[in-house]
């Protein structure tokens, strides 16, 4: 049983960061994308990127996919700042899917303090992934 994640919908994310509450670009709102690793620490996908994102944006889709192959292995889904010199990351959520492969959830939350990420499921199973 592996399960694609098809789509990431950001509900909230900080728009600040660190102690001075810096604005993550200085005259427009984040251009946010996501990236997601396995238990390996190798890069699954990287996604596309929403420009200057707004409050009133929010809640706003990235598309997938990939896949994660083993529900029981931890996996990492940063949310990144797009910038010309260096990308920074926003949040990054560790997760795994284990105990949700009986009910096949279309959907699932992932929070932190001050974002809420969520994943649209296809659960697969083996027997039918090769068809
Ligand atoms: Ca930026």
Redesign the pocket.
Known sequence: MHAVVTEVTVHSLPFTCGEEDRP??LTSG??VYYESFNAQNERLFTSTVADDVRPQDLPFSLPGSFTVQDPAEGHVICLM???LIEDEVITSIAFELDGLAADRPDTVCLTTEDTTLELSLEWKDPDTAQS
Do not use: L
């Open positions: 993550w670009d984040p251009d700042d797009s910038d």
